[in-house]
Each structure stands twice: as C-alpha cells, then as structure tokens.
C-alpha cells in the first residue's frame, strides 16, 4: 500500500491528497509536523535528505517533490494526456506552478497565515511575494480566458498543481477579485468527480 507523508495545510502535500482521492486509491497517511521538526529526524531525512513533504513511499521506495508525485499517480489515467504535446504543455505548467506561481503565492501564505510572528519575520519579503504572485495570476487570467482547463478541455494534473495553491490564495493576502477566470477555474475544478478539500483525510475504511 502506498504512504503518503503530508502535512495538513500543506498545499503541496494536498495536492497528492486530492489525486488520491480522485483515484480511489487507498493510501495510509503519515502527518508530519514540520514545525516540531519531525521533517528533520535522522529517520525522515533518510527518506527524503531535503525533509520536505509530502513524500510518497511506494513499496519500500521514496518518491518526494509533489509534482512528480502526481505526475507518477497520474500514468495511464485521464489525468496526463496521451498526446505528446498536451503531455508536454501539462508538464509546462507544472513546471511555471513551481518556478513562477509557488514562490510568491504559497510562500505568502506559509509566511503570513502559518507561521506564528512570519509578517515580522519576513517583512522585507512581502512586497516582491505580492509582485510575484500577482504576475503569476495575471499569466493564469490571460491563459484561462475563453478556455475551461489548462490543457485541453479536461481536467489534468496542471490544473490539480495550480489549484492547490491558488484556492486559497488569500490567505496569503492576495486578493482574487480581479481575476474573474481564474475564480471561475477554480470553481470549475472543485466541482469535478472526486473533489477533496484541504481538510479530507482518508478514513480508516479507506485506507
């Protein structure tokens, strides 16, 4: 049985989450407390040297960063075209999910919502996560208009990587209002087969 390692609120760890549960696939959840350090233990790091979550172990090995994750759960189903370019432009846009859209919008979020005193901490960072993120929502605005997903018509894991951050968005302070596409997409993607919040974990039947 696969083992996901996850933290709660961690959009990259739900995005593993809301895929399995799309897939109805059984998964024991392991809860890692970053903030107790429990990504930082001799047993975790040999796991994952980087202790990042989530982490999925599968048959005694370990496959971490979230995109790949999904990108591996994602072989041989609807989520990841079998066209060669669709494929590819799936891979795009998970690839700008990571460099473009992660390091202002979930880095605000983390920073400003989660962290105890992280506005005082990182301050000096404020300004460039809102110019980020906000960039980032713009490319998102621009691609979505007069289109339903981000590649084809049909929900895929591009979509599944952008929305797990940008849901809550305001969380990190930033504010939807002026992306009417973007705010329709997300509504579009939680309204699909199998949708999970943030908050679902698996029961114990299910796993």
Aim: net charge negative; aromatic share 12%.
């Amino acid at each position: 049985m696969l083992t996901l390692y996850s933290t709660q609120a961690s959009g990259n760890s739900y995005k593993v989450r809301l895929m399995l549960a799309k897939l109805a696939r059984p998964f024991r959840l392991e809860e890692v407390d970053i903030f107790a350090g429990e990504n930082r233990t001799p047993e975790f790091l040999a796991r994952n040297p980087e202790g990042r979550v989530p982490l999925l172990g599968i048959d005694g090995r370990f496959l971490a960063e979230s995109n790949a994750i999904l990108f591996y759960l994602a072989e041989g189903t609807r989520f990841l075209p079998a066209d060669a370019f669709d494929r590819a432009e799936t891979l795009r846009w998970m690839f700008f999910e990571q460099h473009s859209h992660e390091p202002g919008i979930a880095a605000a979020r983390f920073w400003l919502k989660q962290v105890r005193g992280g506005r005082d901490l990182r301050t000096h960072d404020v300004d460039r996560w809102m110019e980020e993120g906000y960039a980032a929502l713009k490319v998102m605005e621009r691609h979505l208009a007069g289109r339903s997903f981000f590649v084809g018509e049909a929900l895929t894991i591009a979509d599944m990587a952008l929305y797990a951050h940008t849901h809550v968005a305001e969380e990190g302070d930033f504010s939807l209002t002026g992306f009417p596409a973007v705010r329709a997409w997300l509504d579009r993607v939680a309204a699909e087969p199998g949708h999970v919040d943030m908050e679902w974990r698996p029961s114990v039947a299910e796993a």
